[in-house]
Nanobody, 122 residues
Framework: VQLQAYGGGSVQPGDSLRLSCAAS????????IGWFRQAPGTEREFVAT????????YYADSVKGRFTLSRDSTKDTVYLQMNSLKPEDTAVYYC????????????????WGKGTLVTVSS
């Protein structure tokens, strides 16, 4: 499966932004999507994951209650709605896929898209 993340931009603290992850290729097989981010000078960190059906999600503590995942299977697209953004959310955001029906909390996803930059600054 090929992935393309988009929707990043520059916003102020407290603003909202929605990222999209569009999948193509072998999308008929069940796959979970995960979002990760990497700020300058730091290691990549897990943000959130969603199951194939979209019914199950899991979030890192740092974004729980502010970020929400959803999935549109008709468009093979996963959305990451980010509310109440903070400067510490500034990073390049990546989406990744692994062939499983369940959400996946690991870091060893098989397929990765190019990142999209989110900058939160006043």
């Amino acid at each position: 499966v090929q992935l393309q993340a988009y929707g990043g931009g520059s916003v102020q603290p407290g603003d909202s932004l929605r990222l999209s992850c569009a999948a193509s290729g072998r999308t008929s097989s069940k796959y979970a999507i995960g979002w990760f981010r990497q700020a300058p000078g730091t290691e990549r960190e897990f943000v959130a994951t969603i199951s194939w059906s979209g019914s199950s999600t899991y979030y890192a503590d740092s974004v729980k209650g502010r970020f929400t995942l959803s999935r549109d299977s008709t468009k093979d697209t996963v959305y990451l709605q980010m509310n109440s953004l903070k400067p510490e959310d500034t990073a390049v955001y990546y989406c990744a896929a692994v062939y499983t029906a369940y959400y996946y909390r690991g870091n060893d996803y098989n397929y990765w898209g190019k990142g999209t930059l989110v900058t939160v600054s006043s």
